[in-house]
């Protein structure tokens, strides 16, 4: 199951520097483990904003929700996600 999810982060402005650098380090580590595993095939900047539109290719509506609740940024997170499937007028059908 494909999925297009666009994530906006919003730390706050005062969260320790440490805090901050061990978090994002976190998140890092964390969705290289989810690319590795494939189930993460995509993901890109968002120019000018501390964002990324992904895409992530799941099993389930569950393990979709899974990596993205254990993201460490989410509770610093907006997401937004789209279900996706095949066009029709895709070449690759043909």
Same mark, same amino acid.
């Given at each position: 199951m494909l %999925?297009?999810?666009t994530m906006e982060v919003h730390l706050p402005p005062d969260l320790d520097?440490? %805090?901050r650098a061990d978090l994002l380090a976190r998140e890092k580590a964390y969705s290289h483990e989810w690319q590795r595993a494939g189930k993460w095939p995509h993901i890109w900047r968002?120019?000018?904003q501390f964002a990324n539109l992904s895409i992530l290719d799941v099993d389930s509506? $569950? $393990?979709l929700q899974d990596i993205l609740w254990n993201l460490p940024l989410f509770p610093y997170m907006q997401i937004e996600v789209t279900p996706l499937s095949q066009?029709?007028?895709d070449i690759a059908l043909s």
């Open positions: %999925f297009a999810v520097p440490g %805090f968002r120019s000018g509506h $569950e $393990e066009h029709p007028s």
